[in-house]
C-alpha cells in the first residue's frame, strides 16, 4: 500500500501566531512520490475541463498551480498580497480575524470569458479564496472551480464559496479509519 499523503503533512501548533494549527505541507514536498501523487489528484477531477488560465494563490499556491498549469496546457497567473505585483492590478479586500488583506492579479492576466481554475495548498475560512474569485470574476473571468490540497472542514470555506465547485484531496479532522 503506497504511503498516505497524510503522511507528508506536519502539524506545527501555534505557528504563525498561538492557537493556530499550521499544516505544514513542507514533508510533502521533500518526497517525490508523495508531490507528485498530490499533483495528480489536483488533476484528476479537472483533467477533462477546458481550463484556460491556473490562477495560483501566494504563495504555497504557486507550488500546486505550476505543475497543473503545465499538465493542462492552461497560463499561470499568480494572485498576491498587496504591493507585490509589478503591474496594473484588480484588487479584492477581504476580512481577516484582525484587520483586512488585499489579493491582486494582473489586469492583462485574464481575458474576458476564459475559463479559470484557482489553486492553493489550504482552504481554511475561505476568505482568500473567495476574494481570488471576485478578482478573477472582475477580470471577466468564468470560475471552473477552487482546487485545494488540503481542506479544513471545521472552518466551513465553502460557506464563502457557495456555488462554485470546490476540490480537496485531503481533509481534516480526519474520517475515522483514515
Ligand atoms: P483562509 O483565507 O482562511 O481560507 O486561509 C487560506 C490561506 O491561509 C491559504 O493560502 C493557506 O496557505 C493559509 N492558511 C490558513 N490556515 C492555515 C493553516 N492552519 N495551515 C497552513 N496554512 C494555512
Redesign the pocket.
Known sequence: MPKSLYAGIRDVPDFPRPG????DITPLLLDPTLFRRATQLLLEPVRSQQIDKIVA?ES??FIFGAPLAMELGAGLVPARKKGKLPWKTHQVEYALEYGTDTIEIHRDAIRRGERVLIV??????????SATVQAVERAGGVIVGVSVLIE?KD?D?RSKLDGTEIHTVLSYPLAPGE
Not at 493556530?20 to 499544516?23: A, C, G, P, R, T
Open positions: 493556530i494549527l499550521f499544516k494563490i504555497r499556491g492553493d495548498d489550504l482552504l481554511a475560512t475561505g476568505g482568500t479564496a479544513l472552518l470555506g
